[in-house]
């Protein structure tokens, strides 16, 4: 897992801030909860000491001998509060129990445990009192003056309990909720996530798919009036103003490289009358024939760079009709083949007929032309160049195989750079500029082909062009099927 992806960080901030808010309304609704029910047990006591008071006005009429018997038998009568986990108490001023609820009994609470009042007291007050065993009760206290003019506290109490017991139950539903929220969180920020990243990896897959040969392309512009809109709109107009540059630097190539073809071919045309001129002297014919190499390697350079701006303006496939690679092939080899002799070299052509392919005939020529030619040259005389065309999974293959002087590994992967040599000494000598190879790949790529090398330096090298394969046109004639060209010259 990524930790430092915009998804992750935002997954993780959206889950925890989501945690996190649950938990403190949780939290906050537990204390207001023990707080509210805290208050009502106090309200619901305070309430039962006003009714003592009550009690207590009525019997206070009485004389003080009775006071007490009577005042213990009412509250009894009524509040029961050694049977009902009460607490009741009346206290005169200064200290004398007038009444106090049983300390002993099934659910009793004890006085001694909530101990004495603290004289002078409020007209009103509550208090929370702590008893044995963590429990802990609350405590109203009503002052009130009887008819005689004698002051009393009269307190009534009961025990937190309910009120605990209640708020520990809504803890443990807050905590059992905790796993499912996070869940929750978890998916539906997963979700959230995702559905908002959506344009982006739109944005990036376009993105990707654009390269050198697309500028025309543009990416989707999320319409959603936000940075995701205008950082599309950006790149597009990025885009744009590369696309301004590459096609001008690509005019600017053919228009160079067209300009420069004439004046190449009367210089060459010029040069090759002087060198054959009978009266030349020797060392001005050696001179002249070195200026004759050079404008011919030049040449070679321009019609490189000619082709590579064509095909960069989408003219590698520009005709496209049916044909039969292997007729092709077995053609071109045939052309090529005195090529191979001057060298002393030996062409084999094993070409099937019936591998259909559909693309430009005249660039395909030429990718079988660059790769025969390469080949020729980088294979020492006496060895062998083999063709072959053959038709295998839906495509057609084209493998051009020699005996030469081999590629190094390290080379491979660069083989189909534009000006990329291997060796530029020996490319040099060869009149090579670089460019063949990577016209190769401009026109397989426009045929949706490949084109791959393998090489064993010192042993030779093969190179696979792969074409999409067409079905044979009905009048293809049969007699020309499974037929193999040889040719050998040696
Ligand atoms: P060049 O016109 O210089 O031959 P290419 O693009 O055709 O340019 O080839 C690039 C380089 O690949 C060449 O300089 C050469 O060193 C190497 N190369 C191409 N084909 C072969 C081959 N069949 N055998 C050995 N080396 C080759």
């Known amino acids: 897992m990524n930790t430092r992806s915009l998804r992750f960080q935002l997954l993780t901030w959206y889950a925890g801030l989501l945690l996190g808010v649950f938990v403190i309304i949780g939290v906050a609704t537990y204390l207001a909860l023990a707080r ?151 998916g539906g920020g997963y979700f959230l996530v995702k559905r908002a990243l959506t344009p982006v990896d739109r944005i990036s897959a376009s993105a990707e798919r654009i390269s050198s040969h697309n500028l025309g392309e543009r990416l989707p512009v999320a319409q959603t009036g936000d940075e995701l809109e205008r950082l599309s709109i950006a790149l597009n107009l990025m885009i744009h103003r590369l696309d301004d540059s590459f096609q001008h630097s690509r005019r600017f190539v053919a228009d160079a490289s067209h300009e420069l073809r004439t004046p190449l071919t009367i210089l060459r045309g010029e040069l090759e009358t002087f060198v054959s001129e009978p009266e030349l002297p020797p060392d001005w014919r050696e001179r002249l024939n070195t200026a004759l190499e050079e404008v011919v390697r030049l040449s070679h350079i321009v019609e490189g760079l000619f082709s590579i701006s064509r095909l960069d303006a989408g003219e590698a496939a520009a005709e496209r009709a049916k044909f039969d690679l292997a007729q092709l092939a077995a053609s071109t080899a045939d052309q090529m083949s005195l090529l191979a002799e001057d060298k002393n070299l030996r062409v084999i052509c094993n070409a099937t007929r019936g591998v259909w392919v559909e693309g430009d005939r005249a660039r395909l020529k030429q990718v079988i032309v660059n790769l025969l030619d390469n080949a020729i040259k980088y294979t020492p005389g006496g060895g062998t160049v083999t063709l072959g065309v053959s038709a295998r999974d839906n495509k057609a293959i084209l493998e051009v195989t020699d005996t030469g002087i081999g590629i190094p590994a390290e080379a491979l992967p660069r083989l189909f750079e534009r000006f990329f040599r291997v060796d530029k000494a020996r490319s040099r000598e060869q009149g090579g500029a670089g460019l063949g190879l990577s016209i190769v790949k401009s026109i397989c790529t426009a045929h949706q082909g490949t084109v791959e090398a393998c090489s064993t330096p010192g042993a030779g090298s093969t190179f696979r062009v792969t074409l999409p394969l067409e079905v044979a046109p009905a009048d293809a004639g049969k007699e020309n099927h499974a037929k193999t060209y040889e040719l050998q010259h040696s």
Request: cysteine-free.
């Open 36 to 186: 509210s029910l805290t208050g009502a047990l106090e309200e619901s006591q305070m309430r039962r000491a006003r009714q003592v008071a009550h009690l207590l006005a009525d019997v206070a009429k009485a004389p003080h001998a009775f006071l007490q018997e009577r005042l213990a038998q009412e509250i009894e009568t009524s509040f029961a509060p050694g049977q009902n986990n009460r607490f009741i108490r009346v206290t005169a001023e200064g200290g004398a129990t007038v009444y106090s609820s049983p300390s002993r009994g099934e659910a009793a609470i004890d006085p001694a445990v909530v101990g004495d009042p603290h004289w002078p007291v409020r007209a009103e007050e509550r208090r929370t009192i702590p008893l044995p065993q963590g429990r802990s009760m609350v405590l109203a206290g009503h002052k009130f003056q009887a008819s005689d003019g004698k002051v009393y506290l009269v307190e009534a109490g009961a025990p937190l309990d309910s009120v605990q017991s209640d708020s520990r139950k809504w803890l443990m539903f807050l905590a059992a909720m905790l796993p499912i929220v996070g869940s929750i969180a978890l």
